[in-house]
């Protein structure tokens, strides 16, 4: 069974930096890329970060581009997004998922597997 833990969200002033996690099981992790997502209150859930299986190439979207890092540690089987510049409009519950090829892209429904989910707050 395939599970994506997310950890390392919270509450943060803007201007801060916080860093998620997410760890995979059940999956050969070096086989999928990885994406981050977020869904602010009332909005759809939108493209945040993706890096490619072997993590050569990563693409943002441009309201985090700049600010945000995504990275990852195949022999971790961990994905992360470091998030530096807060804004409060960064404030969402943010979603790592997985896609079995080379490139996720930034479509929700390239991705096979999500997690559940963590909690974001940026505070003005």
């Known amino acids: 069974q395939v599970q994506l833990v997310e950890s390392g969200g919270g509450l943060v002033q803007a201007g801060g930096s916080l860093r998620l996690s997410c760890a995979a099981a059940?999956?050969?992790?070096?086989?999928?890329?990885m994406g981050w997502f977020r869904q602010a209150p009332g909005k759809e859930r939108e493209f945040v970060a993706t890096?490619?299986?072997?993590?050569?190439?990563?693409y943002y979207a441009d309201s985090v581009k700049g600010r945000f890092t995504i990275s990852r540690d195949n022999a971790k089987n961990t994905v992360y997004l470091q998030m530096n510049s807060l804004k409060p409009e960064d404030t969402a519950v943010y979603y790592c998922?997985?896609?079995?090829?080379?490139?996720?892209?930034?479509?929700?429904?390239?991705?096979?597997?999500w997690g559940q989910g963590t909690q974001v707050t940026v505070s003005s």
């Open positions: 998922a997985a896609a079995r090829r080379y490139s996720g892209g930034n479509r929700d429904w390239g991705y096979d597997y």
């Open positions: 059940g999956l050969t992790f070096s086989s999928y890329a």
């Open positions: 890096i490619t299986r072997s993590g050569d190439r990563t």
